[in-house]
T-cell receptor, first 110, second 114 residues
Framework: GDSVTQMEGPVTLSEEAFLTINCTYT??????LFWYVQYPGEGLQLLLK?????DKGSNKGFEATYRKETTSFHLEKGSVQVSDSAVYFC?????????FGIGTKLQVIP | DAGITQSPRYKITETGRQVTLMCHQT?????MFWYRQDLGHGLRLIYY???????DKGEVPDGYVVSRSKTENFPLTLESATRSQTSVYFC?????????????FGPGTRLTVL
């Protein structure tokens, strides 16, 4: 079946550091790929998405590129802020079926 | 309020009791979903519904029952709660079953079974 693999963390960075959270997937079809963010005590919010190979999703300074050849969708941000502290979930969606990664906790310290 | 809401936000119950978690969305989305979130597992799908009166099992359906008599509501019932069902439960909705459509999540219900 489909699966998503991401590091659990926590990932601790200083403010203004570069962020990479790796995400790799296995899928039988041609899914769309998503990054969701969960702030403490809240539900998940869509951060960005890509619906086909080589698409780049971007939002709020975050970006990720759908790489079919390496089955990856790594999340990057050039300069993190304290307000980016949250849990980040990589997910793939193939029709109504969603498969989530376990989530990566990011802590940004001033 | 527009969006997707869940109630209650927090619930403590005892083993063997029946508990119902409510989910309501105002967008008239066709699809609705129930997930549970546990450390080390991420989110796991319990049940989903493609439309009123159409429901299907997800990855971890045992011990749960759902119904969907109206498009906007999708209650989740634990018929006889067990400690292993202590978790945070999220409801979500989506405009369609297409791979292109994101799911919108509610704020979650934290359930503790003693």
């Amino acid at each position: 079946g489909d699966s998503v693999t991401q590091m659990e963390g926590p990932v601790t960075l200083s403010e203004e550091a570069f962020l990479t959270i790796n995400c790799t997937y296995t899928a039988t079809g041609y899914p769309s790929l998503f990054w969701y963010v969960q702030y403490p005590g809240e539900g998940l919010q869509l951060l960005l998405k890509a619906t086909k190979a080589d698409d780049k999703g971007s939002n709020k300074g975050f970006e990720a590129t759908y790489r079919k050849e390496t089955t990856s969708f790594h999340l990057e941000k050039g300069s993190v802020q304290v307000s980016d502290s949250a849990v980040y979930f990589c997910a793939l969606i193939f029709y109504q079926k969603v498969t989530f990664g376990i989530g990566t906790k990011l802590q940004v310290i001033p | 309020d527009a969006g997707i809401t869940q109630s209650p936000r927090y619930k403590i119950t005892e083993t063997g009791r029946q508990v119902t978690l409510m989910c309501h969305q105002t967008w008239s989305h066709s699809y609705m979903f129930w997930y549970r979130q546990d450390l080390g597992h991420g989110l796991r799908l319990i049940y989903y519904s493609a439309a009123a009166d159409i429901t299907d099992k997800g990855e971890v359906p045992d011990g749960y029952v759902v119904s969907r008599s109206k498009t906007e509501n999708f209650p989740l019932t634990l018929e006889s709660a067990t400690r292993s069902q202590t978790s945070v439960y999220f409801c979500a909705s989506s405009e369609s079953g297409s791979s292109y459509n994101e799911q919108f999540f509610g704020p979650g219900t934290r359930l503790t079974v003693l």
